[in-house]
């Protein structure tokens, strides 16, 4: 099901939001003149949701206690399981873009060539979209090993934060088209 959303609508609710850094990325594209992303587009039809989502995000990503390397593999793993395009698609272009991960889709699928604390975060990604109430012991150890307890709670939080935003994305059919390939210089 898609959604309509004229461009005075993108405006109105990107400028209320404009300073954000949670909005780097379309700030960049709304100043060389294109819309931002299609899910910020369909979030801009309620305004208060993309507060919300600028408010969510910024306590997670990109700001919170996690590396970066550790939640985009966090979000690209969920986002595949979730069959989202556009979370999936994006989020490789930002990491490439920003020299974050190289080959972030082959990273997900071949854990022991990533770190342990990687590793095992990907793991958690999966045991927590699978079952979230029977997480193995074997895992839940590990974790208390390479994680604090608020970056257990950030972690749990981020999986949970993308999931929505997959469904969200999937449901409304919001699509990614390469916008932040125009952006490289700017994003790094």
């Known amino acids: 099901m ?5 461009p005075e609508q993108i405006r109105t609710a ?9 909005f780097d990325e379309s700030r960049g594209l709304w ?9 910020v587009q369909a979030m801009c039809l309620r305004p208060e949701l993309l507060r919300a989502f600028a408010g969510f995000g910024h306590s997670v990503y990109p700001g919170g206690l996690l590396e970066r390397r550790v939640k985009e593999l966090v979000i690209i793993t969920a986002s595949t399981e979730n069959e989202c ?6 989020h490789c272009d930002l990491v490439e873009i920003a020299d974050i991960l190289d080959e972030p ?13 990687e ?19 074997a895992l839940e150890e590990e974790l208390k090993e390479r994680f604090t307890d608020p970056e ?29 390939a125009i952006l490289a210089p700017a994003v790094r």
């Open 2 to 6: 898609r959604v309509t959303v004229t």
């Open 14 to 22: 990107f400028e209320a939001v404009k300073d954000d850094p949670s």
């Open 31 to 39: 100043e060389r003149g294109r819309p931002p992303v299609e899910m």
């Open 85 to 90: 395009q556009f979370c999936t698609s994006s």
């Open 105 to 117: 889709l082959q990273l997900i699928e071949l854990p022991p060539h990533v770190a342990p604390r």
């Open 119 to 137: 590793r095992v975060a990907i793991e958690y990604t999966r045991a927590v979209m699978r079952d979230s109430n029977r997480i193995p012991p």
């Open 152 to 180: 257990l709670v950030e972690l749990t939080f981020l999986i949970g934060y993308i999931n929505m935003l997959n469904l969200f994305n999937n449901a409304l059919g919001v699509r990614y088209h390469g916008e932040y």
